[in-house]
């Protein structure tokens, strides 16, 4: 099927003059609140796993809400076992026709905590961004494999730049689903947004180990160790010889040695004196 600005063109493309053809009114396909609303979508297809892709809720029920300056809260089911949630889609998210490619908006993930300010009151496991959204097109989040299966989680969605943005509020979300929304925190099941999400099977992953604690590590302490005296070697203890102590201990033994020998000599010399005089 080809899609012409007006009858010549067509005619011109197939060159037969007989081309069959038909009028659409561009107006009324882009009328988010027209039952003949042409709504296209992008979605990638994933080589790994399967995916499940599932819309909560649909249709339009009032005019477009406008979220700049608010928190769009969405809380999420329990994710199943072996799964990720891949994709949070706003479908049908308003600009007010803004032109200036500045209608952007931030997704938060917490892992839920029972109620919506405690959960909230915690740090973001994860988030995805969004640049530059087009009138009333579908609003795709990807998160990735970071919101892994066993846990709910809500997600804060705001706008991040002086470009509105919103959402058509659509029908109630089935209470059995385990989805909830909350607009600036207070829980809404009138003015919701249509929600899509899609599932994609990964296989087991290990359990978080992105999810910061508020308790900050205690630094060991360190205590130095005391440094250990350098052994000193004993000095040798040698006599100087040049003293004049020395000299007085080397002149006194040698003066003793001399006076003995002095005396020995005297008395040789007596008892060969008595020698003689007995002969």
Same mark, same amino acid.
């Given at each position: 099927m080809g899609f012409f600005v007006n009858e010549e063109d067509?005619?011109?493309? %197939?060159?037969?003059?007989?081309?069959?053809?038909?009028? &659409? !009114? /561009?107006?009324?396909?882009?009328n988010p609140t027209s039952k003949f609303r042409l709504k296209t979508e992008k979605y990638g297809? %994933?080589?790994?796993?399967?995916?499940?892709?599932?819309? &909560? !809720? /649909?249709?339009?029920?009032?005019?477009?809400?406008?979220?700049?300056?608010?928190?769009?809260?969405?809380?999420?089911?329990?994710?199943?076992?072996?799964?990720?949630?891949?994709? &949070?889609?706003i479908n049908s998210c308003s600009t007010w026709e803004n032109t200036n490619n500045d209608s952007d908006a931030c997704a938060e993930a917490y892992i839920w905590k029972g109620d919506y300010d405690s959960t909230y009151a915690g740090k973001p496991v994860a988030s995805a961004e969004l640049y530059?959204?087009?009138?009333?097109?579908?609003?795709?989040?990807?998160?990735?494999?970071?919101?892994?299966?066993?846990?709910?989680y809500l997600i804060v969605i705001t706008a991040t730049n002086a470009g509105r943005i919103g959402y058509w509020p659509s029908g109630k979300i089935p209470e059995d689903s385990g989805w909830e929304v909350y607009?600036?925190?207070?829980?809404?099941?009138?003015?919701?947004?249509?929600?899509?999400?899609?599932?994609?099977?990964?296989?087991?992953?290990?359990?978080?180990t992105a999810v910061p604690t508020d308790e900050a590590t205690a630094t060991p302490e360190i205590t130095e160790t005391p440094e250990t005296p350098e052994a000193t070697e004993e000095a040798e203890v040698t006599a100087d010889v040049n003293t004049p102590e020395a000299q007085a201990e080397d002149k006194s033994g040698c003066g003793s040695i001399i006076t003995g020998c002095t005396s020995l000599v005297l008395f040789a010399g007596a008892v060969a004196v008595l020698l003689r005089k007995k002969h």
């Open positions: 067509a005619k011109a493309y %197939t060159g037969v003059e007989s081309t069959p053809y038909c009028m &659409l !009114n /561009s107006d009324s396909l882009a297809t %994933t080589t790994e796993g399967e995916h499940k892709k599932i819309t &909560l !809720n /649909s249709g339009t029920t009032g005019d477009a809400i406008d979220i700049t300056g608010k928190e769009l809260g969405i809380k999420t089911m329990l994710i199943p076992e072996n799964c990720v949630l891949k994709y &949070l889609i530059a959204h087009s009138d009333n097109a579908d609003c795709y989040f990807n998160f990735g494999n970071s919101l892994r299966y066993g846990y709910e607009l600036d925190g207070e829980y809404d099941d009138v003015s919701v947004p249509s929600i899509t999400y899609v599932l994609e099977e990964v296989g087991e992953l290990p359990d978080f």
